[in-house]
């Protein structure tokens, strides 16, 4: 009688799958925009964006381009077509997004408002659906790597930004029952803890989002994370303020700053630390 697989084998197992999920999008992306190139009649300030030889660059299809040159094409925000010009280097591109941008790992905040501008949900069903995949796979995997190039809470507004909505991405991580994307929830609060606990999306999105827009993401997003994070939190060891802070998002802007453990640092004078559980004194209906 075979024995069940250890159940570090299976998350070794999970992970793998990603992995190879991921490796499977890259090179579908590779087959999918080779010889892809930039509009002939595309332009572009010599002045402040680089060369004529460069520019040429893009209107050439299959050929790499230095990091600094791959860098100013994805970023600059005012091609003719930006849809074009993200085609083109798109195969790169999504290699060097995966490896964490290395010396550009400063703008990934961009990323997502880069993928908004070329509005490649409206490109051919076959293209849309090898960038969808990608996004995909690339969250998956993140969310099943201890130490991934792209933090959970970097990636996320990420995909949200350029997909336009932040559902599909929560249903994955709510799916994903395991103990590295439990692990990534746990970080990805205590990153946000303030911003949310303040009625604020926690990264600017006005390139992207109406205020309006914004206001209803942050609202599904601080909504799931009341629902899914606090037993989850829980189960990866979170420290106990973190834990109430997180049960505190389900209540009223004003009822929260009330709680007698509401975060520090909205208070001028410091509370006791609580770092015992059974110390952990919750508003009535919130479960800590």
């Not at 332009?43 to 030889?53: A, F, I």
């Not at 040159?69 to 591109?93: I, M």
């Not at 490649?120 to 076959?126: D, G, I, K």
């Amino acid at each position: 009688m075979t024995e069940p697989d250890h159940p570090d084998s299976a998350s070794s197992a999970t992970a793998s799958a990603a992995r190879a999920r991921l490796d499977r999008a890259l090179g579908q992306l590779g087959v999918t925009f080779r010889g892809m190139t930039a509009r002939a009649d595309e332009t572009q300030c010599d002045c402040h964006w680089g060369s004529p030889e460069e520019l040429a660059l893009l209107k050439l299809p299959g050929t790499d381009l230095d990091l600094d040159l791959l860098h100013r094409t994805w970023s600059a925000p005012d091609w003719n077509d930006h849809g074009a010009v993200l085609r083109r280097v798109l195969p790169q591109f999504a290699r060097e997004l995966t490896g964490g941008l290395g010396e550009y790992a400063w703008d990934i905040g961009n990323v997502g408002n880069s993928f908004h501008r070329a509005a490649w949900q409206q490109w051919p069903a076959q293209q849309s659906a090898v960038v969808r995949e990608f996004l995909h796979a690339w969250w998956a995997h993140t969310l099943l790597t201890r130490d991934p190039a792209v933090p959970a809470h970097e990636l996320l507004p990420l995909c949200a930004e350029a997909s336009g909505a932040i559902g599909p991405w929560l249903a994955v991580w709510r799916d994903l029952r395991h103990p590295v994307a439990d692990q990534h929830l746990t970080s990805t609060v205590d990153a946000w803890e303030h911003d949310l606990l303040e009625d604020s999306l926690p990264w600017r999105s006005w390139l992207v989002w109406s205020d309006e827009e914004a206001e209803e993401i942050r609202t599904e997003l601080t909504a799931w994370l009341a629902r899914e994070a606090p037993e989850r939190l829980r189960a990866a060891g979170a420290r106990a303020e973190l834990r109430h802070a997180v049960c505190l998002l389900g209540l009223p802007h004003a009822t929260r700053w009330k709680d007698l453990h509401a975060p520090h640092h909205r208070y001028p004078y410091p509370y006791p630390r609580l770092d015992r559980q059974d110390t952990l004194q919750a508003t009535p209906g919130v479960t800590p």
